[in-house]
């Protein structure tokens, strides 16, 4: 079984800037793949990154069309733990971020995580 908390949100204004932290834990925590989900309010779960296991594969990373150039998804095996860079934020960013593991192949799709973490709001407004 993986753990998985969330840090690093809070509000900022639209062209800020935000680092999100996935810390993770329990039996082979770096063998799965990761992704970010972005639940805005009253709306689903969207994927905005993803990156493959380091332990078993390349690491593959995918993004959004809304994340390209202003998201950067990476990983420490190390710490056990996974970040989501946000740059050029913009008010749509708005909602609570969620990290999740599945198995080694990354998807933006939320079918097919087993874990999730608790969340962590994420607010851009002027």
């Known amino acids: 079984q993986v753990q998985l908390m969330e840090s690093g949100g809070g509000s900022v204004q639209p062209g800020g800037s935000l680092t999100l932290s996935c810390a993770t834990s329990?039996?082979?925590?770096?063998?799965?793949?990761v992704g970010w989900f972005r639940q805005a309010p009253g709306k689903e779960r969207v994927g905005v990154a993803c990156i493959g296991s380091t332990t078993t594969g390349d690491a593959t990373t995918a993004y959004s069309e809304s994340a390209k150039g202003r998201f950067v998804i990476s990983r420490d095996n190390v710490k056990k733990t996974v970040y989501l860079q946000m740059n050029n934020l913009k008010s749509e960013d708005t909602g609570v971020y969620y990290c999740?593991?599945?198995?080694?192949?990354?998807?933006?799709?939320?079918?097919?995580?087993?874990?999730w973490g608790q969340g962590t709001h994420v607010t851009v407004s002027s």
């Open positions: 999740a593991t599945r198995g080694w192949t990354p998807s933006l799709s939320p079918r097919g995580y087993d874990y």
């Open positions: 329990g039996r082979a925590a770096n063998n799965y793949a």
